[in-house]
């Protein structure tokens, strides 16, 4: 052996570098845990969308404009005032149309309500709708206002209906079906 060979062999010689590797089971627990918790927000977003669901699918509902007055003296009723409340309606002078930014009609009824009872009012119901040519009913409506009337006073409460832009009634009809006493 010459001085090379013995430089060669008597050097020191270093410890290969390693980087510490996880074993084959290490971090998959963490893995799993973050698994659960997401699991687990899942099943508690369904569970609170199907009870949302089943809230509403049981609860009882009032469709918006078949309001109904409570305790109210209705037509036919032995109680019923009869020409001592007395609706002034005219279409064409107590109700405007104009398109709202849908390109939908809307129409605003505005009665006047007079109270001759000797007796004071506090509420009112009024069923209002729009036909087309034929008479046939495109929208229709119950209303209810429970402001107070006094004898011998009137009132002109606001009814609205909306109409789709391609069915524009061509008659408008108003009716009072209920009153309340105070």
């Given amino acids: 052996m010459d001085e090379r060979d013995k430089a060669i062999v008597t050097a020191p010689v270093e410890a290969p570098r390693s980087v510490p590797m996880g074993g084959f089971g290490e971090g998959r627990a963490e893995r799993d845990n973050s698994r659960l918790v997401i699991y687990g927000a899942v099943a508690v977003l369904a569970l609170l969308l199907v009870g949302g669901l089943a809230y509403l699918a049981t609860r009882p509902t009032q469709k918006p404009g078949e309001e109904k007055l409570a305790n109210a003296v209705r037509p036919g009723s032995p109680d019923w005032p009869g020409d001592k409340v007395v609706l002034d309606f005219e279409p064409d002078e107590n109700a405007t149309m104009g398109a ?83």
């Fill in 100 to 182: 709202n930014a849908l390109g939908n009609y809307v129409v605003t009824m505005k009665p006047t309500v007079r109270n001759f009872t000797g007796r004071t009012l506090n509420g009112l119901e009024f069923h209002a709708a729009g036909l087309d040519l034929k008479g046939n009913v495109i929208r229709e409506r119950t209303f209810v206002t429970e402001s107070e009337l006094e004898t011998n006073k009137t009132a002109s409460p606001a009814i609205g209906l909306n109409f789709p832009s391609d069915n524009r009634p061509a008659q408008l009809k108003l009716e009072l079906t209920g009153v309340r006493f105070k």
